[in-house]
C-alpha cells in the first residue's frame, strides 16, 4: 500500500524538441542530494491558468516566440530518497522547433532525445524517450 505523504503544487512543464530530435533539459543541484536532469518546469500559482505558467516557463528556457502545443496532464508517483511519495500534477507542453534549437540559457542543454537514458545522472520523468516518441 502507498501512502501518500505530499502533493505538489501544479507545474507547467516543456518538451521542447528541435529539429535534430534533441530535447531541452534543465540541470538540478541542491546541496546534500544528486543531482539530476528534468524537463524545464514551473509552478503553476493557486487559479493561474496553465497557458501563463507556459508562458512564463518558455521565457525562462529562452523560447518566448515559439508557438506552444496543447497541454496534456500527467499525475505521477514517485517515491524520493526520504523515502516518502510525492505526487507530481504535470501540465506537459510540446513546443517542436523544426528548424533546429537556440543556444540556452544556463542551466539548460539540448541532449539526443536517444541518449537521455545514457546520461550518468538521473533523467525526469523516467523514461522520457518513450514518452515523447508518443507525442512526436
Known sequence: ??????IERPHARVAAVD???RV?????ERPG????WALPGEPIGPGEPVEEGVRRLLRRAGLASVPAGPAVRRIVASR???GEVVRHDDRL?????PD??????????WWPLHGVGELAE???????????RGHL
Request: hydrophobic share 45%.
Open 80 to 82: 524520493v530518497e526520504s
Open 93 to 97: 507542453v510540446l513546443v517542436a522547433l
Open 122 to 132: 538521473p533523467v525526469y520523468p523516467t523514461g522520457l524517450a518513450s514518452l515523447l
Open 1 to 6: 500500500m502507498i501512502v501518500l505523504r505530499r
Open 100 to 109: 533546429g534549437g537556440h543556444e540556452p540559457p544556463g542551466g539548460f542543454r
Open 24 to 28: 531541452l533539459l534543465r540541470r538540478h
Open 19 to 21: 529539429g535534430a530530435l
Open 33 to 36: 542530494r544528486p543531482a539530476f
